[in-house]
């Protein structure tokens, strides 16, 4: 059994306007010094693989078919560990 814990953000460039408001909302707190904010997601898989580079692989793959919009967003791996058990 592995974990994939994966990023995946807006690509630069690209208007998020959820971390507008987000930072705007900091600025309402007083936190006037925020510049930008930019909001992404962070999952964590675990599956079961033949192997760490397996397991990187079939992530990959799944990032590529559905979990991130290779339009307007950038994946990446952060970590894969196995963590015993099958």
């Known amino acids: 059994m592995y974990l994939v814990k994966v990023q995946i ?7 998020d306007p959820q971390g507008n408001t987000v930072r705007e909302a900091l600025h309402s707190l007083n936190y006037s ?3 930008e904010v930019r909001l992404g997601k962070y999952l964590e ?3 079961a693989a033949d ?5 990187r692989e079939q992530v990959e793959e799944m990032c590529r078919r559905l979990l991130a919009n ?7 791996l952060l970590e894969v560990s196995a963590t015993g058990g099958r």
Request: aromatic fraction near 4%; charge should be negative; charged fraction near 30%.
């Open 45 to 47: 898989i675990r599956l």
């Open 70 to 76: 290779p339009v307007i967003e950038e994946y990446r």
């Open 9 to 15: 953000m807006l690509k630069p460039g690209v208007l």
């Open 33 to 35: 010094g925020v510049e």
């Open 51 to 55: 192997g760490e580079e397996a397991a």
